[in-house]
């Protein structure tokens, strides 16, 4: 049986006074897309410094690969974009670059790695005239310059625009496919949804909840019919409607009993333009697990 790419047994962290990580356990195996999600102070990116030895545990033990945190990453089987990383200045990209992937036995082909990580045109360029989007990139790059079969990433398109995340996402999925184990913590939600094969839910230091995102968001009671009404409506009184919202000319139903509530609405002779019902999104069902905002 191959080794799990990162196996977690009653991880325990802690800040001070303060329980970051409380016994935690949480088993990852190989070629899996893995989104950490939940609440700031959730314990995510303490949970991925710990995997990457970056913390010392108050208790528990954490096997990547089946090695210790340190000895995985000084054998080149973990890579990792961290949310606060820098790039040395005064350099230029390919100089960086050569430097990182001088330190491993067997680095990733430059022309692949290049092309991979989407830094093409960028190798000549100075770090410190390298915009947002650019540093993550380049960031991937050095992550991936050791040709890590574990990457773990935290927030790491968080200075993308909407067009360069796209290119991101494309970029871990081509991984993925080539057998990439890719851990990602994020706030981006939506990115979560499409991307993971599995999303683990993290609130005050534990795991509460573990599955499939379609998973997830069935357990969420409910569903929202969306449609245009002119002002001054109201729809408190529909059968089946737990809650209301409007924005602009559009009105959001919530609803336990979708078809009770369409029955009244169509009763109540509503037109129901731009109709449009919906199940529970992945926000709601994070939101519903850690009882609070992300």
Not at 23 to 31: F, N
Not at 40 to 66: C, D, E, F, I, Q
Not at 252 to 271: F, I, K, M, W, Y
Request: aromatic letters at 2%.
């Amino acid at each position: 049986m191959p080794l799990d790419a990162l196996d977690t047994t009653g991880l325990t962290v802690r800040h001070g006074d303060v329980l970051a990580v409380d016994d935690l356990d949480l088993r990852i195996g190989r070629g899996e897309t893995v989104a950490l999600l939940g609440p700031n102070g959730a314990g995510k990116s303490t949970t991925v410094s710990a995997v990457l030895g970056l913390l010392r545990p108050a208790a528990g033990s954490v096997r990547v690969l089946g090695r210790a945190p340190a000895d995985a990453v000084r054998a080149g089987c973990v890579g990792a974009m961290l949310q606060h990383g820098g790039l040395p200045g005064e350099a230029r990209v390919g100089e960086v670059l050569h430097l990182v992937r001088r330190s491993y036995a067997d680095p990733w082909p430059l022309g692949d790695l290049v092309a991979t990580a989407g830094i093409g045109g960028l190798l000549g360029r100075d770090v410190d005239a390298l915009s947002g989007g650019q540093r993550q990139r380049v960031l991937l790059a050095l992550a991936l310059a050791g040709q890590p079969p574990l990457l773990l990433l935290d927030e790491p398109t968080s200075a993308m625009d909407v067009e360069g995340r796209r290119a991101f996402w494309t970029t871990m999925r081509d991984l993925a496919a080539r057998g990439t184990t890719v851990v990602f913590a994020t706030h981006h939600l939506e990115e979560a949804d499409a991307v993971a094969d599995r999303v683990v839910v993290m609130a005050g230091g534990r795991v509460v909840a573990d599955g499939p995102s379609a998973g997830l968001r069935s357990a969420v009671a409910g569903r929202t019919v969306r449609f245009s009404a002119p002002d001054g409506v109201t729809f408190d009184r529909v059968p089946g409607v737990t809650g209301a919202s409007r924005l602009g000319g559009t009105v959001a139903l919530a609803t336990a009993d979708v078809e009770a509530t369409l029955r009244g609405l169509l009763a109540d002779g509503v037109p129901l333009d731009d109709l449009e019902v919906r199940g529970a999104s992945l926000e709601d069902a994070v939101l519903a697990l850690v009882g609070g905002g992300r």
